[in-house]
């Protein structure tokens, strides 16, 4: 054959393969997409991203699946057993343990790039690590942070400007408090197992060890010194200097934002969820017309280690079983900017937690955001133990309450509450 007909035939070849690989590039893709717990304003938040996308991706589109925290609880483990969750969808902290351990989902590694990590610290992103890989990415995040009521501190002869920056002031405050007017100095809550370790009690532990209940590989730690001083603290805010409500053991977080809002105690943890309630008695157009205040925590008063809050957070997350796994980053990467990150918020009634997208956009309730972001960026811990392999994290605060109970009621102290408490964790877990 003559050289001429063989470059025809060449060039035909590459043409043909050009042709083709540019066919199966323009194929139609559909991705399975979901923000879990909030079916309308995920279908809203998607339905934008889609038409927005599609101008540059007009082969892309997107297959939206409404689903409450309830539906999705109960069948995201079918879905990812038959191989038909959705590509890029949010998890729950509370699911996200077991199914990485099995294989649920793709790296992210590529994703968390150095903007994000500029607006994401590692704190937390720890739990979404597992055996050294990023899996999951937070698409919200919430802090418990500390509350006070001003009009109250004016009352007990407390300047209102001046929050309690350590335990010795938070103890002197709540005493002041009791003292001089009809209010607890500050609510504690024992009553639902979830919010022990989100309110008071975790978050004076997180202060005194800046460490969670248990170690990734689920050994207790809240029998060592400092865990054990700072429980003994919880113990004696209650039995000896009795500057909380009576038997907190009844009270659950509820409980507690219906005290705080209606004036009957002083100081409190919670997140920004109580707002609604405490727009019902107060203005919170800004700092200087609202009779609340938000503050950082109280730092404990063990060296070396810096007041912390507890916080939530639920992860994207990309299936392993997407067909498009490229697709699919490129998607979330989109999702992730701030941009996208503030048209989430909206569309779900989400507080903003970077403070890229705060500083970006207007919030109402800013000057509350700004304190909450700094709480995420600088001084929270997820208060929910990841630890997988091992029982849920149910389980490990179960214990831990029973036996903080069992020193609160005096059956032992809060040494050998926490050694017996420590003791059962280890097991469940199988170390020693």
């Not at 994401?120 to 890989?133: F, H, Q, V, W």
């Not at 005194?208 to 209940?213: E, K, P, S, Y």
Request: charge should be negative; aromatic fraction near 12%.
């Amino acid at each position: 054959m003559k050289l001429k007909g063989k470059l025809l035939i060449l060039c035909l070849i590459l043409s043909l393969g050009m042709l083709f690989s540019s066919m199966v590039f323009a194929q139609d893709i559909v991705l399975k997409v979901t923000r879990a717990g909030y079916p309308e304003g995920s279908t809203k938040l998607f339905t934008e991203f889609q038409e927005e996308y599609q101008k540059e991706h007009p082969n892309v589109s997107f297959d939206m699946i409404e689903t409450d925290w309830g539906t999705f609880h109960d069948r995201i483990g079918v879905w990812i057993r038959g191989k038909s969750e959705p590509d890029v969808y949010q998890t729950s902290i509370s699911e996200y343990a077991a199914f990485v351990e099995i294989g649920a989902y793709l790296p992210l590694e590529d994703i968390y790039d150095e903007d994000l990590k500029a607006v994401l610290p590692e704190d937390l992103l720890a739990p979404y690590r597992y055996n050294g890989k990023l899996y999951g990415i937070p698409g919200n995040a919430a802090t418990f942070s500390f509350w006070y009521n001003k009009e109250i501190f004016k009352e007990a002869g407390l300047d209102p400007n001046k929050p309690p920056t350590n335990w010795d002031e938070l103890l002197e405050y709540a005493q002041q408090i009791v003292e001089n007017t009809d209010a607890y100095g500050i609510g504690l809550n024992l009553g639902r197992i979830e919010d022990m370790t989100q309110l008071l009690l975790g978050n004076l532990y997180y202060s005194a060890t800046n460490t969670n209940f248990v170690d990734s590989t689920g050994r207790a730690l809240f029998n060592s010194p400092e865990g054990i001083k700072a429980i003994q603290f919880v113990v004696d805010l209650v039995n000896k200097y009795k500057v909380t409500q009576p038997n907190p053991e009844v009270y659950t977080k509820g409980d507690l934002r219906l005290l705080f809002r209606d004036g009957k105690t002083a100081m409190t943890f919670d997140g920004p969820w109580i707002m609604s309630l405490l727009k019902e008695v107060s203005d919170f157009s800004t700092a200087e017309t609202c009779k609340f205040a938000i503050a950082a925590p109280p730092g404990s008063p063990i060296e070396g280690k810096k007041a912390m809050v507890s916080s939530t957070s639920d992860p994207w997350v990309i299936s392993a079983n997407t067909k498009y796994p490229e697709i699919a980053k490129e998607v979330l990467r989109e999702l992730l900017t701030p941009k996208w990150q503030h048209k989430h918020n909206i569309a779900v009634n989400q507080n903003p937690f970077r403070k890229d997208v705060i500083n970006t956009y207007d919030y109402e309730n800013q000057w509350v955001w700004n304190v909450m972001s700094e709480d995420i960026a600088s001084r929270s811990i997820l208060f929910n133990p990841q630890v997988p392999p091992g029982p849920t994290d149910a389980q490990i605060k179960q214990i831990l309450n029973d036996y903080v109970l069992r020193a609160l009621f005096g059956e032992m102290t809060v040494e050998e509450a926490m050694n017996k408490a420590a003791d059962e964790v280890n097991k469940l877990h199988g170390v020693k």
